[in-house]
């Protein structure tokens, strides 16, 4: 879309919001309301279009989950801050995305995404980046590659998002100081069911999406559910997008205590060719809010296949054994100009940064647990033990050092084409094997109190190869990681709380760990958190409350007075306050909220700037918020109709160590009507963004001045129709 005809779009962005603001003023919006409980068979991804099935609210406290723990414990159960966000809340409130899904709706999470991590980072409790929040599919770690993760991303086909917040490690290894984000999918069903949604929207957005499952003969069940999603993008030029996710699996009953089932997903994505807006003396200007200054060739590409094979058997009720093997393939290309930067004596934007990257990556492995229910002198007791094993071949083909560099008029400028001036070939493939074993304990000493307790042993062995040179070098690292933590129950639906555990994060992406950083240990890390969580009024309210503070210690350093000397003396802090309440005032409302408050520093962190070592100690990490909240509201006074509105808050950040590269908190307003036009469809109006806030996501700083911003989505709109048939 031309550049001349943005002023018509912004025009066109104020419709919708006014006739929704009338509606609301005008008193005509409700809701539908499921009736609690369904038909067998219903789970957390039914949808309440039918009529009979659920639609999920609240905190799921007593919703089994594995996110925090392989034993299946629900929240009220487990010693730790867990959000279980069901997927049809997520559909229900308009997120299309992963990153939408876990931002606006778990307690203390925020998002930096941007292309070059894959568009899917986020921050936890003072830690950022893929390599301090975890991320898991299906339970499964995937591991991150150069910074860069690229699937899941569609909330389609997610049964559930369970989030731990805080060290995870003892779960599922290094990488996970700040918490783990684990993705359910929707998984095959006895029971038919079939639906389709269909979304246009304002900058040319297009959805189609289809869900089918049921039984095939008596005891093979299939589930099917396809996703694409496109649109023309709100900057220009190259910023449209299209992506494509399917996802389809078939279960044999093989016995009635023996499922196995095989899956596979593909997700294929082509991301808007944007890699932020210039600053213009601090500040993004009215006038290139919606200019794109990549080249006209730019193009990023990202493929990922996942396939598994599952079996779980349970010979008696006391005995669970399961096992997962798996096949990760992942294909992902950039050719972009990344730098942009305002130049105030020339008045034009300077470009740099003309980097074209390929990433090959395959993770294949297996896990294995078995669980036993039984007693320990005398006590209720559930134990479980297993192991994790995987080999990652990557393979990375670049055009470094990156060269090139151009200027263009802020306005009237032409993109031009990429530059490569060092050639794109390989240049270094790495091998990577890891093994663990891990076992957890919970041991009921009373109705009211139980304890629990896991261990993790890790042994990652990387090997590295430089294609150009032919040198190579191999690291094995070895972590133990730890926790234990104790629930108390002074009524069967209240629950106290305190946890200590341990974890490691690599300095780097452990399968791309660089020669210059294999000389380090693992990070390290532990936390103490006490909390209390649970329900009131007949279960029509849910809350909790948390306390903690994570310590991580052997950062990579600057040593003062020697001169290109690094070493792992650099330590970080985080301590905050989390609270999450979920509250059904009546049959007409509802709300949900949460607010994290912290206070996170550098504790001892020094690095080389122009050839002089500077201390950061006491500055905020970089991209950390330090508040963060979650507001929904939901009004229902006429049958068939719901509205609601909410509002997502995210603090200020920095893009620098020194703090002086400031990003600004905003505040977004995102507005959603319902009409159940039938029981088996929903149409459904969503404005996002509604009073249009220039915020970002992420940004980058050069000498301690930010240069650009990667700008999130301004007002706009979608309309959906939902069916069952």
């Not at 269909?198 to 297009?206: H, K, N, Q, R």
Request: aromatic share 10%; net charge neutral; proline share 5%.
């Amino acid at each position: 879309m031309s550049i001349a005809s943005r002023s018509h779009r912004s025009r066109g962005r104020n419709a919708p919001a006014r006739a929704l603001t009338f509606l609301l003023a005008s008193g005509c919006l409700a809701e539908a309301r499921a009736e609690e409980g369904g038909p067998a068979g219903v789970t957390l991804d039914t949808l309440s279009v039918a009529g009979s099935g659920t639609a999920p609210t609240g905190l799921n406290l007593r919703t089994p989950d594995r996110g925090a723990s392989r034993l299946g414990l629900t929240p009220l159960e487990t010693p730790a801050s867990v959000d279980v966000i069901a997927g049809e809340t997520a559909r229900l409130r308009g997120q299309n995305t992963v990153v939408e899904a876990v931002t606006q709706n778990a307690t203390g999470i925020t998002t930096i995404a941007s292309p070059g991590n894959g568009n899917g980072a986020f921050t936890a409790r003072g830690f950022a980046g893929p390599n301090s929040i975890q991320q898991l599919y299906d339970g499964t770690r995937l591991y991150v590659g150069a910074g860069t993760v690229t699937f899941p991303f569609d909330t389609w086909n997610i049964e559930r998002i369970e989030v731990l917040r805080g060290p995870a490690s003892v779960l599922y290894g290094d990488g996970a100081i700040g918490g783990v984000v684990n993705v359910v999918t929707k998984k095959p069903v006895f029971t038919p069911l079939n639906e389709a949604r269909a979304v246009l929207g304002s900058d040319g957005i297009a959805r189609l999406a289809v869900d089918s499952g049921g039984p095939i003969g008596e005891s093979l069940a299939y589930r099917l559910n396809v996703s694409g999603n496109r649109a023309g993008g709100w900057i220009a030029p190259e910023g449209d997008f299209r992506n494509l996710a399917v996802s389809g699996a078939v279960t044999l009953r093989a016995t009635p205590d023996l499922d196995i089932t095989l899956s596979h997903d593909l997700g294929y994505q082509e991301p808007a060719r944007y890699w932020g807006t210039p600053l213009v003396q601090g500040r993004i200007l009215d006038a290139l809010r919606f200019n794109n200054y990549n080249v006209r060739d730019a193009k990023i590409t990202w493929t990922d296949n996942w396939t598994q094979l599952k079996a779980e058997w349970t010979p008696t009720a006391d005995i669970t054994i399961r096992n997962t093997a798996y096949r990760l393939q992942s294909r992902r290309h950039w050719r972009d100009v990344e730098q942009y930067a305002f130049n105030r004596q020339t008045g034009l934007i300077d470009r740099s940064d003309y980097i074209e990257i390929y990433h090959q990556q395959e993770q294949i492995g297996n896990r294995f647990d078995a669980a036993v229910r039984g007693e320990v002198l005398g006590f209720r007791n559930e134990f479980l033990a297993g192991f994790d094993v995987n080999a990652i071949a990557f393979r990375h083909t670049n055009n470094a050092p990156y060269g090139g560099e151009t200027s263009v008029s802020p306005l009237a400028y032409d993109p031009g084409t990429f530059l490569n001036l060092a050639g794109t070939l390989p240049k270094y493939a790495t091998q990577t094997r890891q093994a663990s074993v891990f076992a957890e304990d919970r041991l009921v000493l009373s109705d009211r109190l139980s304890l629990l307790a896991g261990v993790r042993y890790d042994v990652p062995s990387l090997q590295r190869t430089d294609l150009i040179t032919g040198g190579s070098f191999e690291r094995t690292f070895t972590a133990v990681s730890y926790r234990f933590g104790a629930v108390y129950n002074p009524t069967p639906e209240t629950a106290l709380y305190a946890q200590y555990a341990t974890a490691v994060d690599p300095v780097g992406s452990l399968i791309t760990l660089s020669q210059s950083l294999a000389g380090f240990e693992l990070s390290t890390g532990q936390q103490v958190e006490v909390g209390a969580k649970g329900l009131f009024w007949g279960g029509a309210a849910e809350w909790t409350l948390a306390g903690y503070r994570i310590v991580k210690d052997n950062l990579v350093s600057a040593v003062p007075g020697q001169a290109g000397i690094s070493t792992q003396v650099g330590r970080q802090s985080s301590q905050g306050v989390e609270a999450a309440l979920s509250f059904q005032i009546n049959p007409a409302w509802r709300i949900d909220a949460n607010l994290a408050l912290l206070h996170a520093q550098y504790d001892e962190f020094n690095q080389s700037v122009n050839g002089a070592v500077v201390s950061y100690a006491g500055r905020q990490p970089i991209d950390v918020p330090e508040r963060v909240a979650n507001l929904w509201l939901n009004y229902a006074f006429r049958p068939a109709w719901e509205a609601r509105v909410g509002v997502q808050y995210v603090g200020e950040t920095y893009s620098d160590f020194g703090n002086t590269a400031r990003r600004p908190d905003y505040a977004l307003v995102h507005l959603g009507l319902d009409h159940q036009v039938s029981p088996g469809s929903r149409l459904s109006l969503r404005v996002y963004n509604l009073l249009d806030r220039v915020y970002a996501v992420s940004g980058n700083a050069v000498d301690g001045a930010g240069t650009n911003w990667i700008l999130g989505r301004p007002r706009s709109f979608e309309v959906a129709f939902t069916t069952a048939f």
